[in-house]
């Protein structure tokens, strides 16, 4: 229904919403976002920014393993299946060689107090790789003691063997991909995961004492109900899993042509996915988990919702994050690394990633430097997304500018606010309960560079 056509019926301000905000927006992981990368920043300019590096400060190290055992249509990371293990072992030793020639930019050997390997899935590596990875790893990083060893794992192809060597290494936070169980669901999207097969991946896991797991959920899949949504969800939470990220189905086909063996017609609507939504936090909430930001839960006690307590909630690649370092290296093909001075992103094919690095080349082919502006306008957009607020006034005093300077984005929020979707009280913008499903949109109001809203995905 159109805003014209709701003039004429008694429309709810549920209805209002979904008529004038079901579109699409950047999830801002970061900002500027990664539409905005380009050649300008190279790998001459990755290796300047690397070499300034503050060896007195931690950092965190990001590797991307570009391979699963088969693909989900649904997919949008950066990732193809493979089955023969060579060929990982090949990228393994190709990601050895690239911490090489970051190691040969930097100042001297930093801190490492985060290492997250992501994917893909990094159980695709064998007990071999892990050691090559990690001795790599821990000749470029000294690794703080108690320092954060993350990965993203595919319980169906995970086993016992895997777990203890990755324990062996210091893995101490794990997210396992679950979606949906419901079999139709999975048949629309090609990922055949009993729950014992989650059940299974979680003994083993506390098994080795990992105290920090995360699942992550989906809604808005091909042929999901809402009752889907919560049947999986009452099932998961038998396992107690200290987090939650429940993602909404990012349908981009133009970007990710295999989701287009998706039948779009089995894709849920606008008021369905909200509905999928709401439901699910609500019976998360009910369960004691607290809402962290756009989509993620976790127990009261976990790290994340201490950080969004303290105020120090962050955003970055991986979605939300009590990682403090201000530097994230990332290492493998299409990885996206944070410096002080700007972004800058990996070949994203592995053959033109594995090219320059066996030119001895670090694999960077394009960035963005940060600007004042968006140092400024980063700020605004994180700490909505983080704090579901943001007082504008604090944030102008923090970058030297003033309110007057976000004159059009404060007459733009004041439309919102009288949609319901925010409060504004001088510069205090705050998300309403109903408006929360579209901070993604508030956010673009700040965004001085992302084009075409048709590249993102849809808020709603
Ligand atoms: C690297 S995978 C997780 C680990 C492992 N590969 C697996 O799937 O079990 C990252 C997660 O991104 C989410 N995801 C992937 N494609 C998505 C899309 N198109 N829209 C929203 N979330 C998506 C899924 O929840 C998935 O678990
Ligand atoms: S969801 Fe996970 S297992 Fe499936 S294709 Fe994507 S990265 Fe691979």
Redesign the pocket.
Same mark, same amino acid.
């Given at each position: 229904m159109t805003a014209t056509a709701l003039s004429s019926v008694a429309a709810s301000p549920r209805d209002i919403m979904l008529a004038r905000y079901d579109g699409n927006a950047p999830r801002y992981t970061s900002y500027p976002t990664a539409v905005e990368f380009s050649s300008a920043v190279d790998e001459d300019v990755a290796a300047g920014w690397l070499g300034d590096i503050d060896l007195a400060e931690r950092l965190s190290v990001y590797v991307h393993i570009p391979f699963?055992e088969r693909l989900?249509w649904?997919? /949008?990371?950066n990732?193809r299946a493979v089955r023969n293990p060579d060929l990982v072992s090949a990228y393994v030793a190709g990601l050895a060689d690239e911490l090489a020639l970051i190691e040969k930019a930097l100042p001297g050997r930093p801190t490492a107090g985060a290492i997250h390997l992501?994917?893909?899935?990094p159980n695709k590596l064998s007990r071999d790789d892990l050691g090559t990875l990690f001795r790599a790893l821990r000749h470029v990083f000294k690794v703080s003691p108690g320092a954060e060893i993350a990965a993203?794992?595919?319980?169906?192809i995970l086993t016992r063997d895997w777990v203890t060597a990755a324990a062996f290494h210091g893995l101490s936070r794990v997210?396992? /991909?679950?979606?949906d169980l419901s079999p139709h669901v999975q048949e629309a999207v090609n990922?055949h995961e009993p729950f014992a097969v989650v059940e299974r991946a979680v003994g083993w896991l506390r098994e080795a004492g990992l105290s920090s797991i995360n699942f992550?959920?989906?809604y808005g899949l091909p042929r999901q109900r809402t009752e889907d949504v919560l049947a999986t969800l009452d099932k998961v939470l038998t396992l107690r899993p200290e987090r939650l990220?429940l993602?909404?189905?990012?349908?981009?086909p133009w970007v990710?042509p295999h989701?287009k063996l998706i039948d779009a017609s089995d894709l849920p609507g606008a008021a369905e996915r909200l509905d999928q939504n709401e439901a699910a936090a609500e019976k998360l909430t009910s369960e004691g988990y607290v809402r962290i930001g756009l989509d993620h839960f976790a127990v009261s006690d976990d790290p994340l919702a201490v950080a969004l307590k303290q105020g120090r909630l962050r955003r970055n690649f991986q979605g939300y994050t009590a990682d403090p370092h201000m530097t994230l290296i990332g290492v493998g093909a299409s990885s996206i690394s944070r410096l002080p001075q700007g972004f800058y992103q990996n070949d994203a094919t592995e053959l033109g990633w594995r090219r320059r690095v066996q030119e001895g080349r670090l694999p960077v082919s394009r960035g963005v430097a940060l600007t004042d502006e968006d140092r400024f306008r980063g700020d605004v957009i994180e700490t909505l997304m983080c704090q579901r607020a943001v007082d504008l006034a604090v944030v102008c005093a923090r970058h030297g500018r003033s309110l007057d300077d976000l004159e059009s984005e404060q007459t733009a929020l004041k439309a919102m606010a009288e949609d319901g979707v925010v409060t504004v009280s001088g510069g205090a913008v705050e998300m309403t309960a109903l408006g929360e499903p579209l901070i993604r949109s508030v956010a673009r109001v700040f965004d001085g560079r992302s084009g075409a809203a048709s590249r993102f995905?849809r808020v709603l």
């Open positions: 699963c989900c649904y997919c /949008g990371c990732t992501g994917g893909g899935t993203e794992l595919d319980p169906s997210s396992v /991909g679950v979606q990922r992550d959920l989906m990220a993602f909404g189905y990012a349908h981009v990710k989701q995905s």
